[in-house]
Structure formats: C-alpha cells, structure tokens
C-alpha cells in the first residue's frame, strides 16, 4: 500500500497542498469503476448504519419517549456511572470476560479440529453426512436445547441424574452446581455450533490446491507435514480473521444461551453484563442505561478489533485492512 | 488429502478421526430425531414419559394437521422463501460489488473504508432508530424492509474480500488484455463459465472453490434468514436488539466461505518463487512451465 | 373516521384473514361510522418493546393497551399520553363505571400520577386454590386437609405409602415452579402459615412487602423442612413456569397450585383435570385450601391500563371521543356478549338472563377462524355474573361446579389497588434479583432462615431497599390508603 502511495505521489509531480489532494483524485479517476461499483453498497452503510448510530447519543442523555431522541435532557456521563456504581458490576465484567475468554478458547479451536478432521477423510460420503448431519443442532433455538439438556441432568426425571442415583444411590443437581455452570455452557455450545462453525474453514480448504499435496508426497512429506505445512498455512488467515472479529466482541459472552441457561444458583458464575441489562429492561424500560451499556462495550470492542488487526499484521497476517 | 502408502500410526490416526466424527455426528443426529419423533408422539405419551419420548408407541399427525389447518403457517413459509431467494440474490450482488474493490490493495481509500465498515459491526444506534430510518425510507410494511436492513453482511462481506485477495493476479490481468474493465473482469471471475473460457488450469482450480463459495453462499444464507427468524422470537427477550439490531457479528454468524492462503504478499514479486507462499509458488510455477522453462516440483517451505 | 387501535392477544390466536368472518369488527364499523385498524400481539416485552417504537417514530396507535410490568408509569411520565380527565368521566363511559370500576378504585390506580392511565376492566374474583388428588387420598384412607399440619401429614403419606398403587416410590407431596429457577415462587403455602399473603398488602397501616418481610424467616425454614423430608418434586426449583401443572399431570405429585378459573375444569380440554385423565383415568383433582379458612391472597388490583395518543388528543379529540364510545359499548351487556359469546341466536341463546353457549358453533365460526375472540375481548374478562348473566355452558360438569364453589369460599383479603413507583434512577431489577438469589441460597446450601436478617439487612441498605419502601409508603399516604 505504500509503495503504491509513494508511486502515485511521485508521478503526479505536484506541489503544496494540491500534492496531497491530488492523488486522491488521480485515485479516484483512474479507479472509477472499481468506486463506482462500491457505491450501492457504501449507500447502504451509510443508510442504514450510520444514519441511525445517531442513536447513540441516547447514552449521554435520560431518554425522554415524549421528547424524542434529540429533544431529550443531556446527562453527561450519568449513565455510565450508573452502570459502573452498580454493587454486581465487578462480577459481572469478571463473568463476561472470563465465560468469553473460555469461549474462544474451547470453541473457536474445536471448529477448526473439526474441519480439519473432515478434511482427513477420503470416502465423500462419509465426509458429506458428517458434515450435514454435525450442524444441525445450529438450527436448534437455545430454548430447544435447554430442554433437551433438562430432560438428561434434571435432579429428578433428568436421564443421567435417574442413572446416576440408580447407581450410586445418591442423588446429583448438575444444572444448579457452580463448578459444572461454565462447562456446561461450552459444552453445549460445542455440541451445537462446532459443525456449523467448521463450515468456513472446510471451504477454506478445499480451495487449496490439491498439486501441493501431489508435490509434497513426490518430496516424501508425511501426513503431519502436510499438515503443517500445506493445510494450517491454508486456514491461517481465516481463523485469524475470525479471532479478531470475536475479539472484538469480547464482552459479548453469549446473551441468548445464558439467560435461558441461568439459574438463581449459579448467579455468582455466570451472570454476566447483557443479562443484567436485560433485567432492568425488563423492570425499567431504560433505554438510556442499555445503550449506554452497548456503547461501553462497543468502544472497548472497537479498540481491541484495531489492536488486533495491527498485531496480525505486525506478525505476518494480512489483518482486515 | 493425496493417497499415499499407510503407515501403521496413519491408520491408527484414520480410525482415531472416523471414530471420534462418528461419534460427535450421532451426537448431533439425535436432537433431529428427537424433535422429528416428539411432533408425531400423541402428548399423553409425552405426559406418561416425562416429555422425553425414544419411540413412540403411538403416531398422530395432529401437530401437522394443525399448522396446515389456517393459512398462517403456509403463509409465512411463502413469505420466508420470497424473502430468502430475493435477499440472498441482493446480498450476494451488493457485497460482492463492495469486497471486490476492497480486495484491490491499491485503492487509496481503501483502509478508511473498511475501518468505516468494521466500524458498523460494532456500533449501532438501536432498534428505534433503524426503524425511523426504514420508515422514512419508505419499506415499512413491504418486503423490502426484511431484505434492505440486512443487504450487506459485514462478515460475508469480508471473507469474500480475503477470497478475491487471494486470486492469482495472471487471472485478472488476462481479462484485462482481453479488453475487460473492472466490472465485467469481475463478472468474469465470478461467472466461472465465462471465465473457464481462458482455459486457464489456476482458474480451473479457483473456479471449484468459487462455485463451492457460492453454493455456499446460497446455503448459507438461506439457513441464515432461517436462522434470524428464529432468533428474532427469542431477541423478544435481548437486549442485543435493543443496543444491536442488525448487527451481523457474532460467534458463528451468517458466514460465506471460501477462503485460501496468502497470495497476496507473494503477488508483489512473482518472479522470486522462493519467496512466495505456497498456491503462488505453484501458480507461477505452471506458469513457467507453459513457457516451457522446466521447474522443480518442490511444494511446501522447507 | 379511522381509528388505529393496538391491542393483547394470545400467541396463537389472530383475526381472520377474510374480514367478513370477523363479525365484531363488522359491528363496530357499523355502528360508529368508523373503520377500524387493529394491531395485536401477545402482551409483554415485544408488545412493549413495539408501541415504544411507534412512539419514537411518531407513528402511535390512538388508543393502546398497555402492558408494561409498570402499568404504563414510565410512558405516563414521558408526556406520550392524553389527559384522559375531559374523555373518561362517569357520563362519557356509563357502562364501565356502573359495571366494572369504580371511581374510587380508578383514584387508586392512578396512584400520585395525573390521570393518564385508565384500568382496563379486570377479574376482581379471585381463583387461587391448591388442588389435591382426591383419588390419592382415597386410596390412603385420607380426608382433605384442613390445617397445615394435617396438609403435613398429607404430603408425607403421598411420598412414602404410594398414593397411585404402583408399588414404586415415585410420588411426590407437593410441586411448583421457581420459573426456570430464577426464584423460590410464591406458591408454596408455608407463605400463609408464616401469616405472609400472596401479593404486597397493607397491613396494620403499613406496608408489607411479602417477599422482603422478615417473616420470610420463618417461610424459608418451613420451606426447607418440606424439602429435607424429601416429600416435594426435587424439580421444583428448575420448572419452568406451568411445567409443575404438567408434573401434577404425570402423576407426580399430589398437590399443585392454580390461579385460573378454568386450572382444573372438565369443561377445559387442557386443564389439569383433562390431562391427569389421559393417563390415569380415575383422577381426580379437587380444589381446597390447607389454611383452613385463611385468605389465599389479596384482592387483585387492576392490571393493564388503556390509554390514548397525545398526539391524537390534540390533533383530532374527535377521534378519542369516539373511541371512548367505543370501548363503552365493550363494556356494556351488548357488546360483552358479542365479544365473548359470539352473535346471539347463533353461538348461544338467550332468554332473559340466562345465556345458553352453542360450543360446535362457537368452534366452527370463532376457534377454527383464529380464535378471534380472544382478540376483541381485550376490554372485559370473562365474568357475566356482573351483568347477573347466567351461563350455561353445556360442557360443564357437575364437578366442575363443585370446584367453582369450593374455590367461592376461599376468603381474600382487601388490597391496596394502586401502582406503586420505585424512586427515579432506582435499580428494582438487582434489588429483586439479589432478593430472589439470596433466598435460593438460604434454601439450598444454608438450610436454614436465620441468616435471613442479615441479608435483608444488606438489602435494605447496599441495594437501598429501604428507601423503595419509604418511597412506596409515602405514595400510599398521598393517595390515602395509610392514614
């Protein structure tokens, strides 16, 4: 990019202010079809994104329905304090971002051992059914699969607590143990989105070049250095694409399962901020708090999603931009 | 994978994968069959066995006789499919139209973009103000407003980009000698048919990607407007739409796919094979072999 | 003239597609010269969440329902509703005054708020009941229980001697719901014994709230007793919200509480009564109360409110005006039997005051059609007995009589009829939460109360309660309820 830049600077030749505008221009005019054929879809952003984000000033005003969104009083940074005055918001930050880190950990990975497993297989069909039947589950509503995890670890007619107390003789309560809450959200969280998760790198690779394969067996590489060095270079970018996104969605721990999943026994471990201001909602109609709340959690996101492309490129990545 | 001879630890490690993916795949067969057994499963067997049927002793159709005894169901399910087909042929045409251009790394406004456009993945205005600007842009109540508000993905949007970041330039530039400006040289490498016309073994090769990542596309976005509606009955209860609506960014998301390695470093310098990663070594490889140059077939970095 | 209105229905029910089997509608437009457009959803948080929208975008309804878990307060204070004082006046809505609210209980409901907010009609009778399994306790040679103690006795024999004679232990005493396990509910009836009734109350010109009252002690002790002895459904606290009627169904237990008038009903297809019956077809639920005779609850205060668009109040008052005739006529013989029974001569019969229901017709023209009714009856429940209608509904049985009656002559206590406001910039939801958490705790892993006043104490404190419930007592005092 820079040396493009560089290039086009200096041929344009020009002098003092216009030297910087001008290529701009030059830019502009020789890329026009390449502008032009953006443009539906930078309207759109600019639309229906960056028309409503005027929204967001709600955050710094108490919300007044009757008033309007610009009618209504400037507040300042009252908002905030709110949120961080709470007595919870210690736990609940420390529960977000610790359910979020296990989530990146534990399920960002697993899609891609999935995918590459499925890329080990030579029989297509086998390869075919696995891959249609594993994302299934990713249809399936939270609601859904909270009942299906009830009807196994119910402390009553649950399938495994029925077993294990006809084992053991004693009775057992998984889904209200501390210990086995955050667990147990990854372990569904496996269950349900692996297949669908892997889909984006199965693609990935299946558009390597399959004479790299051919040459490396000629050079005598085994299975791992293949593996190392033809199919991981292969997804690189795509995980690291995805990591940055996710990244920047790190105090989004998972709204939509954990609400369905909590318990009044498990609060400790696993309310976390999006369940908190959904409570209030609820109770309070605060609109004013709630954005406040997303803008708190957008502004770190933004910062993590910019530092994070920088260090992908800094080691070698191509990062986003 | 390439077939080569097996050793005793590959099919210690073939049986390890085929075990463990059949296992995660009977594992995830079981809700499918579940919620099929459950909507035939007469409700006082549900009651007798603690809403928890394997086999059902009994059959009724009666959950399907009612979902088809109004026009409702039938009714939302033409609605789906209109706006699915018609969405994801908008989709697709708009954010290809956008990541094409952002893969041209020489754009000068090229990173301001994309920061503005990661921008919008993060921030969002809410619920009420999309809504009075689909009202004041005259969808409300048409199917337009399912399909507008959600024309581009971000996410699709910038996969896609890595992908064509990723095309071999000798594609484009061949396009190029045949007269081709940006838009239709874009028609071409997204058209494979036309495209296949260059003969071109790359191209060959990029074209089954391309059509897997459209088929892909087609899919995927179809299960994902499945998918919105389902999650647009549980946002009831969110937060998330209220500080997020339209948001495309989460674990999982809508996702088109198809993506391959870094090219476009190597791209710079094709004529230093060494320094290239490994699909542009080959490329530039095949290349010099038409020109009859004879090359060593080495793949992968030693 | 057209009127916008937005009213609540059920998930699944839904105006017909073809309006002329919409008989309701055709009768409205006909008699006020309108034309109506009406928008419906199932009440709550999307209901809610969708008129603020058309606030925002300037686009409200004239007149809404609303059903906020605030009784509309916080739109009533965002100066979004008309001033209802020059519309809904004893002489504009004759029928709603002389049937079903009076002046008195509408000042109640206002609270210390300007009149803004109207009380939809609402069921004053009261329907909480427990049920008992009468068939259990005849094969145990038992009698309905009439105190606590011998409820006690009642449940210990449900768990131990197997009630249903299947030679297994798999019965339980008692279940509820801690929906979803969010709370311990406030079914049990350890409440009543503790002398905490259901609902917030004032007593002794205080006010009481029951889930905060220290006599919460003595409850979570009682509570954790019942469940040491293993006598209640150990999925109690994880059900789901009516997931303990489906546990009383499966033969799991033998108590459960209703709040409905039709819980139990033969007449009810899927009441506890029919559902028990497609498995154990000797079932028999009977409603009683093992407080002998001490109110289950309070008397209900009214709910949801309608209210009407300011900006349709100044810009066209004209419309309002009709709009209140409108729902006058709802509220009258007329339009009550039209809106729930159906076109007359059609879908029930008359004479004089005894109405006579026709089910087939009534299934043909308005269950098969959506269930529309369910719609068009958003401004009364179902009570006749205030127009001293008497129903005669042919799929009633003998017992379900009985059980009507028997729940009749539980008492109810007087309530205080009026929306309470928290103090602007009060957190309620991590106050209740934190409450609701606590009190888990206390009866899962200390098993015991007595740690209850300490941690109410830090509700009251941390968490301010204490200043809700200053705030709550002086907004009693404004109105008049404590002197």
């Known amino acids: 990019m820079k040396t493009e830049n560089g290039i086009a600077a200096g041929t344009s030749g020009a002098k003092g202010i216009n030297r910087r505008l001008q290529p701009i221009g030059r830019d502009l005019l020789r890329n026009r079809w390449l502008y032009l054929m953006m443009v539906p879809g930078l309207l759109y952003y600019m639309i229906y994104h960056y028309v409503p984000m005027g929204g967001l000033i709600i955050a710094f005003k108490d919300y007044n329905m009757g008033d309007g969104i610009w009618g209504s009083r400037w507040t300042g940074f009252d908002n905030f304090v709110t949120v961080f005055s709470s007595p919870d918001f210690p736990q609940l930050l420390r529960n977000t971002l610790l359910i979020s880190v296990y989530r990146i950990v534990f399920n960002m990975v697993p899609d891609l051992l999935l995918a590459l497993m499925l890329n080990e297989i030579r029989a297509q069909w086998f390869k075919r059914i696995v891959q249609s039947v594993t994302y299934g589950p990713y249809f399936l509503s939270w609601v859904i699969v909270y009942g299906l995890v009830f009807s196994f670890l119910a402390p009553d007619s649950g399938l495994i607590s029925t077993g294990w107390r006809e084992l053991t003789g004693q009775s057992i309560s998984l889904l209200t143990d501390k210990a086995f809450f955050r667990p147990l959200l990854l372990i569904t969280d496996f269950w349900k989105n692996t297949g669908f998760g892997a889909i984006i790198y199965l693609a990935a690779l299946s558009s390597i070049n399959k004479e790299l394969y051919e040459a490396a067996v000629v050079d005598g590489a085994g299975r791992w250095r293949q593996l190392w060095n033809i199919t991981l270079p292969g997804v690189r970018d795509v995980f690291i694409l995805l990591l940055i996104l996710r990244v920047g969605t790190i105090l989004d721990a998972g709204f939509e399962q954990i609400y369905i999943f909590l318990n009044a026994r498990v609060t400790e471990v696993g309310d976390i901020i999006d369940t908190w201001v959904f409570r209030r909602g609820l109770e309070q109609l605060d609109f004013s708090v709630a954005t406040a709340v997303g803008f708190f959690k957008s502004v770190i996101g933004f910062i993590l999603v910019l530092s994070a492309n920088r260090l992908a490129k800094k080691f070698g990545g191509s990062g986003i931009w | 994978m390439v077939e080569s001879r097996k050793t005793l630890s590959d099919k210690v490690v073939d049986f390890f994968i085929y075990f463990s993916l059949t296992l995660f795949g009977l594992a995830t067969l079981f809700p499918l069959y579940y919620v099929a057994v459950m909507s035939i499963t007469p409700i006082a067997e549900v009651l007798r066995n603690g809403g928890f049927v394997l086999w059902p002793k009994r059959v009724t159709w009666e959950a399907y006789r009612f979902i088809f005894s109004s026009d409702r169901i039938p009714n939302a399910l033409k609605i789906t499919v209109i706006v699915t087909v018609l969405g994801t042929f908008c989709n697709l045409v708009v954010t290809t139209m956008l990541a094409y251009p952002l893969s041209k790394k020489h754009l000068r406004l090229r990173n301001p973009i994309l920061i503005g456009i990661v921008f919008t993945m993060l921030f969002s205005g809410g619920l009420i103000p999309l809504y009075l600007v689909v009202s004041a842009t005259g969808l409300l109540n048409s199917i337009g407003a399912l399909i507008v508000p959600g024309l581009v993905s971000t996410f699709n949007m910038l996969i896609m980009k890595t992908y064509f970041e990723n095309l071999p330039s000798e594609v484009e530039e061949a396009a190029k000698v045949d007269g081709c400006g940006d838009l239709l040289t874009l028609i071409r490498i997204v058209l494979p048919p036309v495209a296949a016309d260059h003969g071109n073994d790359g191209l060959v090769l990029r074209r089954q990607s391309l059509e897997c990542l459209l088929c892909r596309h087609y899919v995927f976005d179809g299960q994902s407007a499945h998918a919105d509606s389902g999650r647009a009955a549980q946002h009831d209860r969110g937060p998330e739409r209220k500080l997020r609506a339209g948001r495309q960014l989460r674990r999982n998301g809508p996702a088109a796919a198809g993506v391959d390695q870094d090219g476009d470093r190597g791209r710079r310098d094709a004529s230093d094979p060494d320094r290239l990663p490994v699909p542009a070594k080959v490329l530039c490889q095949r290349h010099a072999a038409r020109r009859g140059k004879r090359v060593d077939t080495a793949g992968g970095r030693r | ?483």
């Open chain 3, 1 to 483: 003239m057209s009127l916008s209105f937005f009213l609540d229905a059920g998930l699944s029910s839904a105006l017909p597609s073809d309006a002329s089997k919409d008989f309701v509608k055709q009768a409205i437009e006909e008699k006020f010269n309108v034309e109506l457009n009406v928008q419906y959803m199932a009440g709550g948080q999307d209901h809610v969440n969708k008129i603020n929208t058309l606030i925002a975008a300037n686009d409200a309804p004239d007149m809404w329902k609303d059903t906020s878990a605030d009784g509309g307060l916080k739109l009533a204070t965002q100066n979004v509703l008309a001033d209802l004082t020059p519309f809904v006046t004893e002489a504009s809505m004759p029928n709603y005054f002389k049937y079903w609210i009076t002046p008195q209980e509408l000042k109640y409901f206002q609270g210390i708020h300007p009149f803004m907010r109207a009380a939809v009609p609402y069921e004053k009778r009261a329907y909480r009941a427990y049920y008992i399994r009468e068939d259990w306790l005849k094969n145990l040679g038992l009698e309905v229980p009439d105190t606590y103690e011998e409820y006690l006795q009642v449940l210990r024999a449900f768990r131990n001697n197997d009630p249903d004679g299947n030679g297994k232990k798999d019965t339980y005493g008692f279940t509820t719901t801690g929906d979803s396990g969010k709370q311990l509910g406030l079914d049990w009836p350890e409440y009543m014994k503790n002398g905490l009734v259901f609902a917030s109350r004032v007593e002794d010109n205080k006010f009481v709230d029951t889930q905060t009252d220290l006599r919460m002690e003595g409850v979570i002790n009682d509570i954790v007793k019942v469940n040491e002895e293993d006598l209640v459904d150990p999925d109690w606290f994880l059900n789901k919200i009516g997931q303990q009627t489906e546990k009383a169904a499966q033969g799991k237990a033998g108590v459960v509480l209703g709040t409905t008038m039709t819980f139990a009903l033969d007449s009810n297809p899927t009441s506890l009564q029919s559902m028990t019956k497609q498995l154990f077809p000797e079932a028999n639920w009977i409603a009683f109360n093992p407080l002998g005779d001490k109110p289950l609850q309070t008397m209900l205060s009214p709910g949801n409110p309608f209210v009407f668009s300011k900006k349709t109040a100044e810009n066209n008052p004209e419309k309002i005006k009709r709009t209140v005739q409108i729902l006058d006529w709802l509220a009258s013989p007329e339009g009550f039997l039209l809106t729930h029974y159906g076109v007359e001569g059609k879908h029930y019969t008359r004479e004089g005051n005894t109405i006579t229901l026709k089910p087939e017709a009534y299934q043909a023209d308005i269950v098969d059609q959506g269930n529309f009714l369910d719609v068009w009856d958003f401004f009364t429940p179902n009570n006749p007995t205030v127009f001293g209608f008497e129903v005669i509904d042919p799929t009633m049985s003998d017992r379900d009589r009985q059980i009507l009656a028997s729940i009749a002559q539980i008492p109810t206590l007087p309530g205080y009829g009026m929306t309470l406001t928290a103090p602007e910039g009060f957190d309620l939801a991590s106050f209740r939460n934190k409450q609701k958490e606590w009190q888990v705790k206390l009866v899962f892993e200390d098993k015991s109360g007595s740690k209850w006043p300490e941690y109410r104490e830090k509700l009251m404190t941390e968490y301010k309660g204490q200043l809700l419930f200053d705030t709550y007592e002086s907004q009693l005092k404004q109105v008049g309820v404590i002197k």
